[in-house]
């Protein structure tokens, strides 16, 4: 059984965020997870909003970050949105978005960022748990701070947003109950990402086929291939700069391949970047195309390396354009992507 689930950026009026979240419930749809970052409307919000009109749907941070944001105040959010959703809430944690740290002039490197998100994991695994967190770390310090947000779900999952590795991968199978792996398109790719995990699982005498292991995609599906794949091509320019150059290797390509588009990027002209971001690099570094060719990338690169959970996120025109100014036609919008998805996208791959 391979879940399926919808990746929101909150980019959106929030009234028609809000409807796209009820019509992902309605069509069946494992998640709704969105970005918990500055840059977008506040997810937490939107969350609690669309709580209440939907059933079945979990919904929460794929990622949320432990360097901007303090772990307890994560899991007050979280525990509240669980009660409101009557324990749907699901959550997906990382160091941070390197680009979003940058604009805070805030350092990552040589910071320890997984002891970080690691030490994180047990404060937050204590604050969901029992409602209190003493603790004397090395990141984290609390003397008998409580809580009165309590989470609905028994034991709340905590997942780990990973993307480079090897290390964040062996983490998630020995610590963590599952890993969201963002902006993975080969077999290459997977084959390494599921070996790490494996390794971590088997050190800590799990079983693998327990954790929820996620492929976190740019997804663009529609009838007219040529017009998915550029609007694939241009968001794909946007997530470049995410990618860890070991990641970008495993899908056959150099970081100084990418330098002129980096470099229009550090110059504001993002025409000219996406302008330099090709057809095939765009192609290599999405799932993009008819719902049928979706599905071929997926039985033939990912799934088949034990990956048991897709995540997509959808980019349509409207992103394009709020991104760029370019109108692009022929392409559904998200609504019409998630009919697609619903009605000959999940039935094939289950």
Known sequence: MVNFSYMHLPAYPLTESIELIKKADR?????????????WKDMWLMFAAAAADTTQIKMGPSVTHVILKDPTLIVQQLATLDELSGGRADMVVSF?????????????????????????HGVMRSFLDDGAVTHDGDFFNYTGLWTLARPVQERMPIKLGAMGGPKSFQVAGEMFDGM???????????????ENVKAGADKAGRDWQELDLAAWVVWVCGDDSAAAKEVARIMVAFYLSAMPESQLNRHGVSASDLAPIFDAFGAGDVAKAVELTSAELGDKLSISGTPEECVAKLQADILPTGINHVVAAITD????????????????DASGQLDLIAERVIPALN
């Open 317 to 332: 025109p409207y992103l394009v354009n709020a991104f760029t100014g370019i109108t692009i036609e022929n392409c559904p």
């Open 27 to 39: 069509l069946g749809f494992y998640g709704a997870y969105s970005v918990d970052e500055t840059w």
């Open 180 to 194: 969201h792996h963002a902006l993975g398109y080969s077999r290459e790719n997977y084959e390494y990402v599921m």
């Open 96 to 120: 941070g978005n390197i680009s979003l740290l940058g604009q805070y002039n805030q350092p990552w490197e040589g910071t320890r960022p997984l002891s970080r998100v690691k030490e994180a």
